[in-house]
């Protein structure tokens, strides 16, 4: 399985293909139940941003997201997305505009994998060759195989793979909006941080506007460019940047829902494309050994980085290895550090801190080797977070629960 | 309330003949007689076959049907699907006698009457099977479906059916079996199948050919439903998706 990837210099380029989403007074009341599931939210999620939605169990977050597809109707109150007031449009059609992907992806367990990922762009009347073709594109992009795997059913496949397929079924008809709902709830925690990575390079390539329901914290933080920390009665306690939240929690609710470690939970806000990366020398497999280690040496490098074809790393060998060789071996050594640009500090940390060079590789779009990340750099970066995190945000959406008709939904949904 | 009455008498006359019969065949052996009686009556039986096969099968489709439909209604529901599972119940302690015997009245003799006895038994474990299934279908996958935009009746076709369908194709092999034995009751009401040879050999127990009547009834039935039930497990597989086979 290729690493995470994602270029820096891609960031600024990408277009945003997501649309921005409005919740508008939006209040969900079940019969028989005397406090509002929902209360009045009025949320802004701007396009092509992450947003995700915390809080504990029962807080309302998952109606709330559910509301915004309407797969669960608002009591009252107005989702528009993009300009267009969706309230009370058909709500299948709006659906198919809206990815969707719950826990463990929620496969078709006797559809394969293509037929799985051709249901919407089916409905949406698509021809046969423009569907395949899309499937082996959206395979492409969730890092599975298309030959391999197009034709699997969903048992012969690991969970993170089925999580992989979920989100390239809810992308089959490039929908400007994906919601998840605990999209990694189901996965082992390995699995788990390479498919948030693969989200944030994902997200990177496509720029779309995704809400996320999350009760895991560090989650939030991780893959959230904005967070919405929720408590019962979908009341909003705050809706900030993660790196504010972590800084300045609005209250003693926002910080016992951080939990210890604040600090540390920094080092999870900057992702490893920030960062200046140091270049490197690289090799082919075949080149001459002695050859290139003159270059390494001339350079005053410790290691030359080894690429495949596609320019992926294969090992990083030292200089005292490089002079027992005679030509550069072609083998991929298991133990070399590698890291995606859109893998969080925290897991460079990790990495460098199991690898014996103290440093990391840094890969990109496609697994493609983009340069060398070192502790210096990690220490660096965190300064900058802490001197950032204080500044003030002119442009924050708007996240409150105003939009309730009573001035007491406040207090009656705390009492609940 | 004729027909046990008649069945005393045959009784009855079986204690008579029976020794003599004995005594007269007794090195022909039973399986001489029987092949006798299939081959003389030979074209009579497989046509009786093949009609009494025609009805199942038929029924069974209806039913299907029926039983498919009905759970689609009351499967969401806990109150109808007890409902439902109580009428199943209830429905297959009916003597199948009776129920030809009442439909008489309303539909006469003939087709009419033994289709709709045989439909309604073989409706029943189609519709408990198919109430099981679907409910058995994990509901996160039926919001998954709503949650791409797949319509009430699009996630039902093409989600829940189809993962709920080995269950109930496995109550369309009890149904198969059982009503194979209920369409010979048919014949009670001058309808088609194999139940005519049963009751010919039963009017006239002890008379020549009577048991070997009864007995050709009873295999040909037995084959059939060995046949049927074959044709349910290729159609099994044939219609069951690979990626939920077990």
């Known amino acids: 399985m290729p690493e995470t990837t994602a270029v820096a210099e891609d960031r600024d380029e990408s277009q945003i293909t997501g649309k921005s989403i409005r919740l508008e007074g939006v209040t969900k009341r079940y019969p028989g139940q005397s406090t509002p599931a929902v209360d009045g939210v009025t949320l802004e999620i701007p396009a092509g941003q992450v947003v995700m939605l915390v809080g504990p169990s029962g807080c309302g ?34 659906r198919r505009r809206i990815g969707y992907v719950i826990q463990a992806g929620g496969l078709f367990p006797h559809m394969t994998v293509a037929q799985n990922i051709a249901i919407v762009p089916k409905m949406l009347g698509w021809d ?88 895991d914290f560090d989650e939030a ?126 897991d460079a940390l990790d990495e460098m801190l199991v690898s014996n060079a103290g440093a990391a590789l840094v890969t990109g779009r496609r697994g493609a080797f983009a340069g060398v990340i070192t502790i210096e750099e990690v220490m660096d970066a965190i300064r900058a977070v802490r001197a950032s995190a204080s500044d003030d945000l002119a442009d924050a959406p708007v996240g409150t629960n105003a939009g309730s008709d009573d001035g007491t939904g406040d207090e009656v949904a705390q009492d609940g | 309330m004729l027909w046990p009455s008649d069945a005393r008498v045959a009784h009855g006359d079986i204690a008579e003949t029976r020794p003599n019969e004995t005594d007269r065949y007794a090195t022909d052996g039973v399986s001489t007689r029987m092949w006798e009686f299939v081959g003389d009556r030979f074209d009579e039986i497989a046509f009786a076959s093949v009609q009494h096969l025609s009805l199942v099968a038929q029924s069974l489709v209806i039913a299907t049907v029926l039983g498919v439909g009905i759970a689609a209604l009351v499967y969401r529901n806990g109150t109808a699907s007890s409902l439902a599972n109580g009428v199943t119940a209830i429905g297959l302690t009916i003597p199948s006698f009776a129920l030809i015997g009442l439909m008489v009245a309303p539909l006469g003799f003939g087709v009419a009457p033994a289709v709709v006895v045989v439909v309604f038994y073989a409706m029943l474990p189609v519709l408990r099977n198919a109430v099981v299934g679907l409910a058995g279908v994990d509901r996160a996958l039926v919001e998954s479906a709503r949650g791409i935009g797949m319509s009430r009746f699009r996630t039902f076709w093409q989600v829940e059916l189809p993962i709920a369908w080995p269950v109930i194709l496995s109550g369309v092999r009890i149904s198969g079996q059982m009503v194979m034995g209920v369409a010979a009751v048919a014949a009670y009401v001058l309808g088609p199948g194999l139940g005519g040879f049963i009751f010919q050999g039963l009017s006239r127990m002890g008379g020549a050919g009577a048991t070997e009547s009864i007995v050709t009834a009873v295999v040909g039935v037995i084959l059939l439903a060995l046949v049927l039930d074959l044709a349910l497990v290729a159609l099994g597989r044939l219609t069951t998706p690979k990626g939920i086979r077990a």
């Not at chain 1, 915004?68 to 267009?84: A, F, M």
């Not at chain 1, 960062?275 to 490098?301: F, M, N, Q, S, Y």
Request: no cysteine; charged share 30%.
């Open chain 1, 61 to 94: 977050k998952t109606t709330t997201l559910k509301m915004i597809n309407r797969l669960i109707e608002p009591t009252e109150g107005r989702i528009v997305l993009g300009d267009e007031d969706v309230t009370a449009i058909d709500g299948d059609q709006l």
């Open chain 1, 221 to 346: 933080v991780k893959l959230g460019d904005w967070i919405v920390v929720f408590r019962e009665g979908a009341q909003i306690v705050q809706y900030d940047t993660p790196e504010r939240i972590l800084a300045e929690p609005a209250d003693e609710f926002v910080e016992s829902f951080i939990g210890s470690g604040a600090g540390i939970k920094q080092l999870a806000l900057q992702r490893v494309r920030d960062v200046d990366l140091k270049e490197a020398i690289t090799a082919r497999p075949g080149d001459d050994a002695a050859e290139v280690l003159a270059k390494v040496e001339k350079a005053g490098h410790g290691h030359v980085v080894v690429l495949d074809e596609r320019d992926r790393p294969l090992s990083w060998p030292s200089r005292r290895a490089l002079s027992r060789m005679a030509t550069i071996p072609a083998e991929a050594d298991e133990r070399t550090p590698v890291i995606g640009s859109g893998a969080t500090l925290n």
């Open chain 1, 128 to 215: 046969a060759q423009r569907i395949a073709d899309r499937t082996t594109e959206l395979l492409d992009l969730v890092s599975l195989d298309p030959d391999t795997y197009r034709d699997r059913y969903p048992k012969e496949l690991s969970g993170g793979q089925q999580q992989r397929v979920g989100v390239a079924r809810a992308l089959a008809a490039d929908p400007p909006v994906l919601l998840m709902d605990e999209p990694f709830g189901a996965v082992d925690p390995i699995t788990r941080q390479r498919l948030q990575d693969e989200l944030i390079r994902i997200q990177q390539e496509l720029r779309k506007t995704i809400v996320i329901v999350t009760h």
